[in-house]
C-alpha cells in the first residue's frame, strides 16, 4: 500500500511525514523520533479516532493526504544520550572464574553428590540453604577455639562450622558439590546416620525430618547473632525460626473442676508445626488443627488418681520462617519399619495461621493481614486497568479529548472550543492521560502501603524475626518418594529468588518458577509441579514444608 503523507506538529515546527498504513505505532513513533529527538516512550500523539499506541495498526486512523496531527512530549537528557566508557571493564562468562559465574544472573545452583543413601541429608541442607538470613549468619560464623583433650584426639567436628564452609563452596560454583565433610561431622554429632544397611553394602536410608531436626537443633546451640552491636547474642534459630505456643491443660472430667483444679497454662518453644494426618485430613489446616489439640493421662490430685486432660495450644508467637512437617511415617510393628501415610493432603503457596494464635497476637496481626489484602487489591485493579488498555489500543476513550475518559476539573467560565486561523479545533476541555490516572493510584497506593507499615503493632515491628502479618508463603519443599522412611528417594523444590538489578541494587521481581534438586541433577519447573506433591501415592509427596513470612512495606512504603 503506497504511503500517506501528512503534517505533525511538534512545538510550533511543523514535520513532513510518509506514513506507511501496513506498519504500526511503533515503527510511527521512531520516524518522529528521528525527526524530534523525542523518544518513543516520551511521546503523547493526538490523532482524531484515537491515541497512537505502539501496537496500534496506523491503518486504523484512515489518514488523508496533508491532514495535520499534534505531538506532545520533550526529549528526555535534551534528546542526547551521553555515552561513555564503562566504570567497569566489561567482562565475558568465559572469562570469568567459576565463582564469578555461579554469581550471575540465570546461574544453575550447585547440586549435591549422593554419597550412598544420602538423598535425605542433600534434600534438607538445599531447603535450608533457601534462607538468605542463614546464610548471612553462617558467613560470619567462628568456631570458639577449643584445645585437643586429655588424649591427644581432636574434638568432634563443628556441624556449624561445617554448613557454613559446605554453603561458601557451593555458591562457587554451578556443579555437584561432593558434601563429604559435612556428612563426617554429622555421622560424629549424630551417631544413628551412620547406621548401616541391612540389606547390603553401605549406610542405611535416613528419615530426612530427623537430619532437619538435628541440624536446627545443632544450630541453636551454636549460631549466634546480633541485630546490632551494642545488642545481646541471640539464637538464630529461637530469633527467625522458633515460635511460641500458649497452651491450657484442663481435665476433662466435671468432679476435677467442681473439686477446685484449675486449668494449667504453660508456655513452650516449637520449631516446626506438625501437620497430623488421620482419615479426615484433606488439608494442611486440618492437619495443623489436629496437632493442636491433644488427649493426655495424667494424676489428677483432686481426683486421687489418673484422669484424662485435655491439652488446647494456641500461637503466641509466629516466626519469619516456619517449618511445617506432615507426619506421614509410624512405626509398624509387624513389617518393624516406619511405614508411611499416603492419604493426599494439600497444602497452599500462601499459608494464613491468623486463627490458630491466641488473642493477643490474633489483635495484632488481624489489622495488618486485612490492610495487606486490601492493599494487593489495589494493586490488581491498576495491573488489570493497564492490561484492559494496551489491549483496547486505540479505541481505549480514556485518553480521547471528548471521549468517556476521566475528566479534569474544569471551572464555570470556561470558554468553548475554538478555531485556530489553520483550521485546527483548540481544545477546550481537558482530560487525563493515561499517565496522569496510573500517577494518582500508584500516589494513592503508596499511601495505603505507608498506613500498612503504620498498622504493625510496636510491640511485633521491635522483633524483625517474626512475622507481622500472620501470612506466610512457601519457599522450600522436601519430599520423599516411596513407602517407608527408611527406603525410597527425597528431592528437594525451592523457589527461585528473583536476580538484583545491577543498576538500582534492588531485587527484579520473581518469575514464580521453582528450582527442583534432586541429588546432583538440578532442574528449573514451574509452580504448577508443587501443585502435584499432595501425595496420595507412592510418588513423591511433601514432608517437610518451609514457609517465609511475607514481605511488608517499610516506612516509606517500599520493598527491600
Known sequence: MATIPIVVKHQGTKYDVEVDPDSTGDVFKFQLYSLTGVEPERQKILIKGGQVKDDTPMSKFNLQP??????????????????????????????????????????????????????????????????????????????????????????????????????????????????????????????????????????????????????????????????????????????????????????????????????????????????????????????????LSEKLEKRSEVLGRDAVYTKTSKISRLPKYLTVHFVRFFWKRETQKKAKIMRKVTFPHELDLVEFCDDKLKSMLVPVRDKVREVRKDEEDIERARKRR?????????????????????????????????????????????????????????????????????????????????????RGVVTHQGASADSGHYTAYVKKTAPVDAKTGKRKEEDGKWWWFNDDKVTEVTADKIETLAGGGESHSALILLYRAIPLPSAEGTFE
Open 66 to 291: 496533508g491532514q495535520s496531527i499534534m505531538m506532545l512530549g520533550t526529549p528526555g537528557k535534551d534528546g542526547k544520550d551521553v555515552l561513555s566508557r564503562p566504570k567497569e571493564q566489561i567482562k565475558f562468562v568465559e572469562d570469568m572464574t567459576e565463582a564469578e559465574a555461579a554469581q550471575q544472573e540465570g546461574a544453575i545452583p550447585a547440586g549435591l553428590t549422593n554419597l550412598g543413601n544420602t538423598c535425605y541429608l542433600n534434600s534438607t541442607l538445599q531447603t535450608l540453604r533457601a534462607i538468605p538470613e542463614l546464610q548471612n549468619a553462617l558467613s560470619k560464623y567462628e568456631p570458639q577455639s577449643t584445645a585437643m583433650n586429655t588424649t591427644g584426639l581432636l574434638p568432634p567436628l563443628d556441624l556449624t562450622r561445617q554448613l557454613r564452609d559446605l554453603y561458601k563452596y557451593m555458591s562457587e560454583t554451578q556443579e555437584a558439590y561432593v558434601p563429604h565433610a559435612f556428612l563426617t561431622a554429622l555421622r560424629s554429632a549424630f551417631p544413628q546416620f551412620a547406621e548401616r544397611s541391612r540389606t547390603g553394602a553401605g549406610f542405611a536410608q535416613q528419615d530426612a525430618e530427623e537430619a532437619w531436626s538435628q541440624i536446627v537443633t545443632q544450630l541453636r546451640q551454636k549460631l549466634r547473632v546480633k541485630a546490632s552491636p551494642e545488642d545481646a547474642e541471640a539464637s538464630f534459630i529461637d530469633k527467625y525460626m522458633s515460635g511460641e505456643f500458649t497452651s491450657e491443660l484442663v481435665c476433662d472430667e466435671p468432679a476435677a473442676r467442681e473439686g477446685g483444679e484449675q486449668p494449667v497454662v504453660s508456655k513452650e518453644t516449637f520449631l516446626k508445626l506438625n501437620c497430623h494426618i488421620d482419615s479426615s485430613t484433606n488439608h494442611l489446616r486440618d492437619g495443623i488443627a489436629n496437632g
Open 390 to 474: 494496551k489491549r483496547n489500543g486505540a479505541e481505549d476513550v480514556a485518553d480521547i479529548p471528548g471521549g468517556k475518559g476521566a475528566k479534569k476539573d474544569e471551572k464555570k467560565g470556561d470558554k468553548k472550543p475554538s478555531t485556530s486561523a489553520d483550521g485546527d479545533v483548540e481544545m477546550g476541555e481537558t482530560y487525563k492521560t493515561d499517565a496522569e490516572v496510573d500517577a494518582e493510584r500508584e500516589a494513592a497506593l503508596l499511601a495505603a502501603k505507608k498506613e500498612l507499615h503504620a498498622l504493625i503493632d510496636p510491640e511485633l515491628a521491635k522483633d524483625d524475626g517474626a512475622n507481622q502479618s500472620g501470612l506466610y508463603e512457601l
